[in-house]
């Protein structure tokens, strides 16, 4: 855990329990701030694109690309807590995977690792819990308590 911070953790803790009492707002908010920040972030990148289009064409375009993407991605998400627990749903499953996959080839590794078959058992078992709980986490209402839940330890963590 990173080091303390009162005004940090008093935050996360605030921000958990609105999103354990008023689970819509909370999730609104968080999609439009994300929706908000990938608005900004696909105009910035097709800005770039453009303005680099002059020196490197390829470069120009990926970056173009890039930015309507983002756009497009933005102005789906903002305000939509149907794409945002879809998102965070896709997002555990898809780091489930990873920890299962990261934990295999940890337990078969040659040669062995000091504590590499603990290592590997934890990553596994990790994966699983993540992908379990991304099929629930679709749900907005079963999102918003997990978040909730997680901030408040989260800034509880900062306080200690």
Do not use: C, E, R
Request: no cysteine; aromatic share 12%; hydrophobic share 65%.
């Amino acid at each position: 855990m990173s080091s303390k911070s009162p005004v940090t953790g008093g935050l996360m803790i605030l921000f958990g329990l609105v999103l354990l009492a008023f689970p819509w707002f909370g999730l609104w908010t968080i999609a439009s701030i994300m929706g908000f920040a990938l608005i900004l972030a696909g105009l910035g990148l097709l800005v770039f694109g453009i303005a680099t289009m002059g020196a490197s064409k390829a470069t120009g375009i990926v970056f173009s690309i890039l930015g309507i993407l983002a756009l497009v991605i933005g102005v789906g998400l903002f305000g939509n807590i149907g794409a945002f627990a879809w998102i965070a749903s896709f997002a555990l499953y898809l780091a489930g995977f990873i920890l299962i996959i990261a934990g295999v080839v940890q337990l078969f590794q040659k040669p062995p690792v000091k504590y590499g078959m603990a290592i590997g058992i934890v990553g596994v078992v990790l994966g699983v819990i993540y992908i379990m709980l991304g099929s629930v986490a679709i749900d907005p209402s079963v999102l918003s308590i997990l978040m909730g839940i997680w901030l408040i330890i989260m800034g509880i963590g900062k306080l200690l």
